[in-house]
């Protein structure tokens, strides 16, 4: 007999942090299936960096929208900020920001 396959649902998560007004990153908007096609075609439509990293992803989708992070999660979003600091930094590198300041 043949092992099933079980079907895995696809999650996205977005993720918002303001340093000023945020103790901690929280999620902005969360889903699996169609939902998270949308919420990532609108991140492709609006130029909003990907990160795929399914641990964390199935450790978010349990919060609920408008949820701090819990300080467990903090070291592994981290890794994910760093990830978005180097891509912004790559692309100033080559020049490629549009309406940069100094």
Do not use: C
Request: charged share 25%; no cysteine; glycine share 10%.
């Amino acid at each position: 007999m043949a092992a099933e396959k079980r079907r895995v649902r696809k999650a996205a998560i977005a993720l918002g942090y303001d340093p000023e007004k945020d103790g901690a990153p929280k999620v902005l908007a969360a889903g699996q299936g169609d939902v998270a096609e949308a919420l990532l075609r609108i991140a492709q439509e609006h130029g909003v960096p990907v990160h795929t990293d399914h641990p964390l992803a199935s450790a978010l989708i349990k919060l609920d929208v408008g949820t701090y992070l819990p300080p467990e999660l903090y070291a592994a979003v981290a890794e994910v900020l760093a990830f978005l600091w180097r891509l912004e930094q790559e692309k100033g590198a080559n020049g490629s920001r549009e309406g940069a300041g100094p």
